[in-house]
């Protein structure tokens, strides 16, 4: 779900919301859910998380809420995105730019 929303370019981000987190499952070896890119210690673990951002686009700033997976380190906590996690990403952005007039 997305809405518009009016603020300041100094608010850009993402958010990943901890409390809402939805499900975790070990990936499997061989897959991205391989040796963490930033800690070189800790594996990538699937788990599905609720993300807040907002987009700046021609016709203003939009606020979206989705859930998607994402591989987080079960050592240091970096996460990684997966393109399923991008596609859901710029489908919510999509549609809703389509619905601002």
């Known amino acids: 779900?997305?809405?518009?929303?009016?603020?300041s370019a100094a608010g850009k981000g993402i958010a990943f919301l901890p409390e809402s987190n939805?499900?975790?499952?070990?990936?499997?070896?061989?897959?991205d859910g391989g040796l963490c890119y930033?800690?070189?210690?800790?594996?990538?673990v699937k788990t599905t998380r609720e993300m807040a951002f907002h987009q700046w686009t021609d016709k203003g700033y939009i606020f979206c809420r989705v859930e998607a997976p994402l591989g987080v380190c079960d050592r240091c906590g970096s996460t990684d995105w997966t393109e399923e996690a991008e596609a859901i990403v710029e489908a919510a952005v999509r549609r809703e730019y389509e619905r601002l007039p």
Do not use: Q
């Open 1 to 7: 779900m997305c809405e518009l929303f009016h603020i």
């Open 38 to 44: 930033f800690c070189k210690r800790g594996h990538f």
């Open 22 to 31: 939805v499900g975790t499952v070990a990936m499997p070896s061989g897959s």
